[in-house]
């Protein structure tokens, strides 16, 4: 019978594209994204700061209606994403709850 095997330690995803991110024995390293992740607290830094930003804005045109809603609806953000990378566009579009009419 052989030993029970130990559980195994996963790598974190990358916070864009939930791809699997590679330790380089410093820090992890998603290469579609051009990002590293601090092994303690896995902020984000991108790769090389010289290069442009992606700053594609987003294209949803589900977000785009519904951002129309006033007060409500969606904030669209634009990608922050070296522009170099090849994962999908990361706009962080946050949802801005419709205020209720009294
Ligand atoms: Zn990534
Ligand atoms: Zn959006
Ligand atoms: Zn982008």
């Known amino acids: 019978m052989s030993a029970l095997p130990s559980a195994e330690w996963q790598n974190p995803s990358c916070g864009a ?3 699997d991110v590679e330790h380089d024995g410093d820090s992890f390293v998603c290469a579609d994204c051009k990002l590293t992740f601090d092994s303690h607290d896995l902020t984000a830094e ?49 949802p801005v709850p419709v205020p209720i009419p009294a």
């Open 17 to 19: 594209c939930h791809g």
């Open 46 to 94: 991108r790769i090389d700061e010289d290069e442009p930003v992606c700053g594609r804005p987003c294209d949803s045109s589900w977000h785009a209606v519904h951002a129309i809603v006033p007060g409500g609806g969606f904030q669209c953000g634009a990608c922050p994403l070296t522009a170099a990378h090849t994962s999908p566009h990361y706009t962080s579009c946050l």
